[in-house]
């Protein structure tokens, strides 16, 4: 099978001149190199895309191929995980991975804890503080957790994101607004034990593979997996695989599938929980287009400490993307 892939090489925007944190999410080049070499083993030809503007010129001149492996991030605006879906349903191409509208509800955390909360799903409380207006009324108490509404890898996350007084809310929510122009999420802090969970599969066929805690170390920001943790993982955070029989990974599996399955995610994707002072799990995010990274992506990480080998990895989401192949 042909099958295309489209990414976002950090590298390509570092060269034009783009930041480090504003390229965060995009991929290496080793990564593309793992991908094609799986889908290689898997017995199928791959051809490089790369981004969406690379992907409208391929289709112009006439190109096709069986399935598109998607992990492009998009670099404008808050639907720019759907830009490349959107685009291949349009030329009616099958791809991995979830489609526009999941990527763009999932993008904005506050319309995804909407939907959470409506369906029923532990969540702790929050607000959406939309840039220049006022902090509304805030009925839940300090300390509080702000964020970026549509940013991933914990940018925007730091120990400047733990607000402890009512009246500091408004000048933390004021300065996030302005760095990344966008609007930002403020929670009641959840204190308590951190999961991701790996999930694969779609709709009835959707499966937890595994859930891992993250235990910040010594020389990590505490009391959250911020971006600086995430991006020195190695130094100050340490994954332990959790057992699926302990009954309380039991309630973080559920919770997790019940969220993964109610956004309508397909084929991949990572949920993460955090507990409250009392040690319930409570969602915090989700991520429907997760790294994948052989090594240093959460996803990928799961799967290593369950033993199980990349290459498996991406067989089940190609077979899981190819059940909507007609």
């Not at 805030?138 to 702000?146: A, D, E, K, M, S």
């Not at 034990?193 to 779609?202: N, P, W």
């Not at 100050?236 to 309380?248: G, K, M, N, S, T």
Request: aromatic share 8%; glycine share 10%; hydrophobic share 40%.
């Amino acid at each position: 099978m042909r099958i295309g892939l489209t990414y976002d090489l950090r590298s390509e925007y570092l060269a034009r001149g783009y930041g480090e944190e504003e390229t965060a999410e995009f991929d290496r080049e080793d990564t593309i190199e793992a991908i094609e070499g799986a889908l290689a083993e898997l017995g199928h030809r791959t051809e490089r895309i790369g981004n969406v503007k690379n992907l409208m010129k391929a289709l112009a001149s006439g190109a096709k191929w069986d399935l598109v492996f998607n992990i492009a991030e998009g670099l404008h605006g808050m639907g720019r995980e759907a830009q490349v879906p959107a685009i291949l349903d349009v030329y009616g191409i099958p791809y991995t991975f979830s489609d526009p509208l999941v990527l763009s509800l999932t993008l904005h955390k506050g319309m995804t804890k909407r939907v959470i909360r409506d369906a029923g799903v532990p969540t702790a409380p929050f607000v959406v503080v939309d840039p220049g207006e006022p902090v509304p009324s805030v009925l839940f108490p300090p300390p509080y957790f702000v964020k970026p509404v549509a940013e991933g890898t914990g940018k925007g996350v730091s120990r400047d994101s733990l607000v402890h007084r009512k009246e500091d809310l408004a000048g933390a929510c004021a300065r996030l607004a302005q760095r990344f122009d966008q609007a930002v999420l403020v929670e009641g802090f959840l204190p308590g034990r951190e999961f991701t969970v790996g999930i694969v599969g779609t709709g009835p066929k959707a499966e937890v593979l595994g859930a891992m805690e993250v235990l910040l170390g010594g020389r990590a920001e505490q009391g959250m997996y911020s971006y600086a943790n995430k991006a020195q993982y190695e130094e100050r955070v340490e994954y332990r695989l959790c057992r699926a029989a302990d009954p309380f990974i039991a309630q973080v599996d559920a919770l997790s599938l019940t969220a993964y399955k109610v956004l309508g995610c397909r084929d991949a994707g990572r949920v993460d929980v955090r507990c409250d002072g009392e040690g319930r799990p409570h969602f915090l995010e989700i991520n429907p287009l997760a790294g994948i990274h052989p090594v240093h992506s959460d996803l990928p990480i799961i799967c290593s400490l369950l033993k199980m080998p990349y290459v498996s990895l991406i067989d089940r989401i190609v077979a899981s993307a190819l059940e909507r192949v007609h």
